[in-house]
């Protein structure tokens, strides 16, 4: 523990003398690696430690937030007098009994990064590195990143809320640049998870750097993308940027309570195709945006969204659940002790459906097939998404024909998800580092093959050819 | 906090890690950054948050036998600080050899300007009721501003010391402050948003009423947007669209890309890469820069240089090793993004220099164009193929006017074919932080749409 629980109580009663009505301490150790590797050569070995802790109180809707790097009895409770002080009113003394609670589930890491000498994981990135230069001589450029997380969090609050967990992430990173003289043009692949070093067991950085190469020099054979409106087919291994974008961050509590999301008053109702549903969930053993428990101590789970097309819930975090009286489901994260939580995605899905893949694509004369997705970005307002296509290819007569370059399709969330008429019966992974409200926390996407009848495509006009 | 004492504090501790790290024979350079930041989160006229934050952080580089090791730690105890040395240094024995890397030695810096004591001084009451009043100018500016997304004011304060074992040894502390409005606008079933901000070295330069009239207008604007047509026209992007092309273009402007082949402009200097027209300038030192400082993260003078003059690619940017690389002097951009990583070579104010047309002569002068006031995703620009296909959202023109805002269309094209179809520069030039650029006219761009 960051902190004896005696002291731990100790601020947050000077926390609520202010006149707040809930405080929470969030402390965290962060001890990070990272190895990159450039220009044939291992450029960077780094490694860290970040720690601090973050006092939150909070009086009716109001939130004073402080954080400070030095973790001393004495240092907190001057932040939680400072901070409780903000928040004006009259002071309350709580009582407080702690409460530990259970996980939903539970996992062991296999392989902990910090019993790994640091020459095996500089193995792994020079290997990944050799693989992806030897696909073609066309490949001019080739980093690699590993990087690994353990972060130690103590999480209490005033409820009587005290948390203690550790999250160990590692994750890999190749990013193949190739070139033809006249162009030049990049692949990129990556895996991770909440896991230690076992991820290399299911994923090997040459298979991986093989993979960004390969599709580096396709692209520079790929032909610019066509624009305008048309039938597209997202193959299940594209990954899961689409539904993140269309339709998971309106989905967010905080949004949704400011009216700033098109999904904001619309449970019970049906908001997207009945072939659809849509899941978040924490608990996928493995997946980078899993977790035992959420940065309040909320047992991470499982939320199904979205059901056979119909809106059943959102996500939400203690603040947003308490204004509806309800409770949170386990989405409140944050990406530091600098930060507040705010509802957050985790791992988010379409369910897969019962439709072969392979006769989706064999069933559409005419369209584009995205074959893998990069990122994308959203209006919650209106919903209207764009995401870029890393790797697509143009779907002539129910086959898949030459590739395309440069692409980035186009829709509104509601609308493309009312529109889909095939979903298949496989499901494909993909992970980032989602971004909002300035904080960046690591999450999971994934979706079957799905078809959406129409969008509009953004590429170039023919007669232009290479501009 | 007494800054003035607090700079002195960290250079000392600066140079105690450096003489512990170097030893051996080890070149060592201890990089320390020290603040405090505040900010105030309103909505409907109540502080919904406010943050307030104590933080410092040491990151420590090590280069022996042209090997380099990073460590860092925000813990400060001397155990921890011993932890830090010990990891730099064995760090740096995995690391591959590269004659190149190597420290700065001691310079003379400028003195700027850098610390508005008005930033600490004024009362937070105060900071509280500027914000607020960027909400009221914001709904009261038109009656279909219904909901306020966020509205704040922030502000930083901080101390930066930079050690070396050539013998640097220099320190300098900074304030900056910021407010922003994020409104939607609605009428019926739609809704629209825009955004109203500016970031300032000196807090009476932020002014409230028109962070947030501009807000109101840029959402209020957008309402009624309907699909176009796809189609090839000419585009016309306000300074904020400008700014965020011009941040794809950045990394293709440093030295590190150039020399690791991920750069559009590798072996094109002294050629024409943009249109007459355009001119781009990256000045470490200019009056009033949000990232403007004496020196960069490795202790090397800030600089004004010229990248593009006149269409014709002049430079790129170096640090202390991409300049070692090429037998060139440092242009002062060893960029830092915290003390969690070593100095890469990074922008400092970077600009597109103002032309001489008004912006309203722009439009003037189209028959047919769309006028960008929007993008989406356009973190998905490819910097390294040049390669960008955004989703947009504007104003259509007709005969020379505004006749209507566009919505659900993208536009796509390569970054090089953009800066060399610029056939007209705005006076207009703004800074959105750190990045500015003013209007600009585009003669013909692919919009895809309906």
Redesign the interface.
């Known amino acids: 523990m960051l902190l004896a629980p005696e002291d731990l109580k100790a601020v947050l009663e000077v926390a609520l003398e202010g006149g707040g009505d809930f405080a929470e301490i969030f402390l965290e150790r962060r001890r990070t690696t990272g190895i990159t590797c450039?220009?044939?050569?291992?450029?960077?070995?780094?490694?860290?430690?970040?720690?601090?802790a973050g006092i939150r109180v909070i009086r009716g809707?109001?939130?004073?937030?402080?954080?400070?790097?030095?973790i001393t009895r004495e240092s907190l409770l001057e932040?939680a007098r400072?901070?409780g002080k903000?928040v004006g009113g009259r002071g309350t003394k709580p009582q407080i009994r702690w409460q530990q609670p259970e996980p939903q589930w539970d996992f062991r890491v296999k392989k902990r990064p910090d019993g790994v000498p640091?020459?095996e994981k500089?193995a792994l990135v020079r290997r990944a590195n050799e693989a992806a230069r030897a696909v073609d001589e066309r490949i001019?450029?080739v980093s690699v990143a590993y990087g690994d997380v353990i972060q130690e969090v103590t999480i209490a609050n005033s409820e009587g809320v005290l948390v203690e967990d550790e999250r160990i992430r590692c994750r890999f990173m190749v990013n193949a640049?190739a070139?033809n003289g006249k162009?030049?043009?990049?692949g990129y692949e990556s895996a991770g998870g909440l896991m230690g070093l076992e991820l290399f067991e299911e994923n090997d950085p040459a298979e991986l750097a093989k993979k960004a190469a390969e599709r580096a020099v396709r692209m520079l054979e790929a032909r610019?993308?066509p624009?305008?409106?048309m039938t597209v087919v997202m193959a299940g291994e594209a990954g899961g940027t689409m539904i993140h974008e269309a339709c998971g961050h309106g989905l967010e509590a905080d949004l949704v309570q400011?009216?700033?999301s098109v999904y904001a008053g619309k449970k019970g109702q049906q908001v997207a195709s009945p072939l659809i549903t849509v899941i978040d969930d924490a608990t996928i053993p493995g997946k980078y945006g899993s977790f035992r428990f959420d940065d309040e101590g909320r047992p991470g789970q499982r939320t199904v969204l979205i059901k056979d097309g119909i809106l059943q819930d959102y996500m939400y975090d203690y603040l947003t659940a308490r204004k509806e009286g309800r409770s949170s489901t386990g989405n409140g994260r944050r990406e530091s002790y600098?930060d507040?939580p705010i509802p957050r995605m985790t791992n988010t899905f379409i369910a897969p459906g019962r439709d072969d893949p392979q006769a989706i694509i064999r069933e559409t004369p005419k369209g584009l097939l995205v074959k893998r997705m990069?990122?994308?970005?959203?209006?919650t307002?209106?919903g209207?998404?764009?995401?870029?296509v890393a790797e697509g290819y143009l779907i002539e007569n129910g086959q898949v024909g030459p590739a395309v370059?440069?692409?980035?399709l186009?829709g509104?969330g509601p609308e493309v998800l009312k529109m889909v008429d095939r979903v298949g019966s496989d499901l494909g992974f993909s992970l980032g580092t989602c971004g909002k409200?300035g904080q960046g926390v690591p999450v999971g996407d994934a979706q079957p093959t799905i078809r959406i009848p129409e969008m509009?495509?953004?590429?170039?006009?023919e007669?232009?050819g290479?501009? | 906090m007494d800054y003035r004492l607090a700079a002195e504090k960290y250079l000392a501790l600066a140079r105690e890690v450096v003489e512990k790290a170097a030893r051996g024979g080890a070149e060592a350079e201890a990089y320390i950054i020290a603040g405090e930041d505040l900010n105030i989160e309103i909505r409907e006229q109540e502080v919904e948050a406010l943050t307030t934050a104590r933080e410092r952080g040491l990151g420590l580089r090590v280069i022996g036998n042209g090997r380099v090791g990073f460590a860092y730690t925000t813990d400060f105890s001397a155990g921890a600080l011993e932890e830090t040395v010990e990891q730099a240094r064995a760090n740096a024995a995995r690391a591959t050899p590269d004659e190149h890397n190597c420290l700065p030695l001691p310079a003379d810096y400028p003195h700027l300007d850098l610390f508005d004591p008005q930033i600490e001084d004024t009362p937070l009451k105060d900071k509280i009721e500027l914000a607020k009043e960027i909400e009221r100018q914001a709904r009261s500016a038109d009656g279909r501003v219904k909901i306020t997304e966020s509205c704040s004011y922030s502000d930083s304060r901080y101390v930066v010391a930079v050690a070396n074992s050539r013998g640097v040894a220099a320190t300098y502390y900074g304030a900056n402050c910021g407010a922003s409005i994020f409104v939607v606008a609605v009428e019926g079933e739609e809704s629209q948003t825009g955004f109203g901000l500016a970031y300032s070295l000196k807090i009476a330069d932020l002014d409230p009423a028109r962070i947030g009239r501009e807000g109101a207008s840029r959402a209020v604007r957008l309402l009624g947007a309907k699909r176009i047509p796809t189609q090839r026209a000419p585009v016309i992007f306000d300074p904020y669209v400008t700014v965020n092309f011009l941040g794809v273009l950045a990394p293709a402007l440093a030295a590190d890309a150039v020399q690791k082949g991920k750069s559009l402009f590798r072996g094109k200097v002294g050629e024409r890469v943009a249109s007459a027209v355009v001119h781009i300038i990256d000045d470490g030192r200019r009056a009033g820069g949000l990232a403007s400082a004496p020196f960069d993260g490795e202790g090397v003078p800030t600089q004004r240089t010229i990248l593009v003059e006149g269409g014709v690619l002049r430079g790129f940017l170096h640090n202390t090793y991409t300049a070692a690389r090429e037998g060139v002097s440092s242009t002062g951009n060893g960029s830092r993004g915290s003390f969690k990583a070593t100095p890469e070579v990074g922008t400092t104010n970077l600009y597109l220099e103002a032309g001489d047309r008004k912006p309203e002569e722009l439009v003037r002068e189209v028959s047919r164009g769309l006028y960008v006031t929007d993008v989406l995703g356009m973190h998905t620009a490819n910097p390294i193929s040049g390669d960008f296909s955004v989703g947009v959202m504007g104003l259509w023109i007709e005969n020379g006017e505004f006749a209507g805002p566009v919505r659900g269309v993208a536009i796509a094209g390569n970054i090089i074919g953009l800066l060399q179809s610029i056939e007209a520069v705005g006076s207009d030039l703004t800074f959105f932080g750190a990045t500015g650029a003013p209007s600009i006219r585009i003669a013909g761009m692919s919009i895809s749409g309906s």
Do not use: M
């Open positions: 450039e220009d044939n050569k291992i450029e960077r070995v780094h490694s860290g430690l970040d720690q601090g809707e109001n939130t004073v937030y402080g954080y400070t790097n030095e932040t400072e901070v903000a640091v020459e500089v001019v450029q640049v070139s162009i030049i043009q990049t610019p993308a624009a305008g409106r400011k009216q700033l600098k507040r990069g990122g994308g970005q959203v209006n307002t209106n209207d998404f764009v995401f870029d370059r440069g692409a980035t186009t509104n409200d509009v495509v953004g590429g170039i006009l007669e232009e290479e501009n």
